[in-house]
T-cell receptor
Framework: EAQVTQNPRYLITVTGKKLTVTCSQNMNHEYMSWYRQDPGLGLRQIYYSMNVEVTDKGDVPEGYKVSRKEKRNFPLILESPSPNQTSLYFC?????????????FGQGTRLTVV | GENVEQHPSTLSVQEGDSAVIKCTYSDSASNYFPWYKQELGKRPQLIIDIRSNVGEKKDQRIAVTLNKTAKHFSLHITETQPEDSAVYFCAANGNYGQNFVFGPGTRLSVLP
């Protein structure tokens, strides 16, 4: 089944403790991205990757890191999480350049930083 | 960069009535406009999209219209049903097509 898989689904952590949210897609998509969803603000892009080893900042990149060592994986890293990063996070992938084809979303990761 | 506005933020309709959600965008170079539906606790999923070379597209009870001159596009849902209750996001491509910018969302409630 074609899908985008994120883990974990739920995470509660403490301020400053590094964490990684994994994202994997099995559709051989070139483009992957991370969004955060906050009430009233919609989906805001954090980082995106147009292909292996190619990443770029989205609209809200501060406090996040990403890497794209393999085509299928695009982990999101929070080196020192803070409470304002409490949010619902979605990974998404598209066949090619991110603004021209359908984005397929993962199930979401609800992160709480205390 | 691209900026997408969406109205209304909440919308309640009676079952069987029509619902209309409107979006505006700022970047005249944008040429792809998808609509996503997010049911409670679920991921966003594409329901319909339109490209700038057409003015209207329809798929059963949903349709999207695009006015490039005015830089706005709308989602129309006819004969609404309870399962249409969800949050709807419009989006436009920006940054020379490299990514999407989403609107803030519209929470649609279809009342029985």
């Amino acid at each position: 089944e074609a899908q985008v898989t994120q883990n974990p689904r739920y995470l509660i952590t403490v301020t400053g403790k590094k964490l990684t949210v994994t994202c994997s897609q099995n559709m051989n998509h070139e483009y992957m991205s991370w969004y955060r969803q906050d009430p009233g603000l919609g989906l805001r892009q954090i980082y995106y990757s147009m292909n292996v080893e190619v990443t770029d900042k989205g609209d809200v990149p501060e406090g996040y890191k990403v890497s794209r060592k393999e085509k299928r994986n695009f982990p999101l890293i929070l080196e020192s999480p803070s409470p304002n990063q409490t949010s619902l996070y979605f990974c998404a992938s598209s066949l090619r350049s991110g603004g021209n084809t359908e984005a397929f979303f993962g199930q979401g990761t609800r992160l709480t930083v205390v | 960069g691209e900026n997408v506005e969406q109205h209304p933020s909440t919308l309640s309709v009676q079952e069987g009535d029509s619902a209309v959600i409107k979006c505006t965008y700022s970047d005249s170079a944008s040429n792809y406009f998808p609509w996503y539906k997010q049911e409670l606790g679920k991921r966003p999923q594409l329901i319909i999209d339109i490209r700038s070379n057409v003015g209207e597209k329809k798929d059963q009870r949903i349709a999207v219209t695009l006015n490039k001159t005015a830089k706005h596009f709308s989602l129309h849902i006819t004969e609404t049903q309870p399962e249409d209750s969800a949050v709807y996001f419009c989006a436009a491509n920006g940054n020379y097509g490299q990514n999407f910018v989403f609107g803030p969302g519209t929470r649609l409630s279809v009342l029985p």
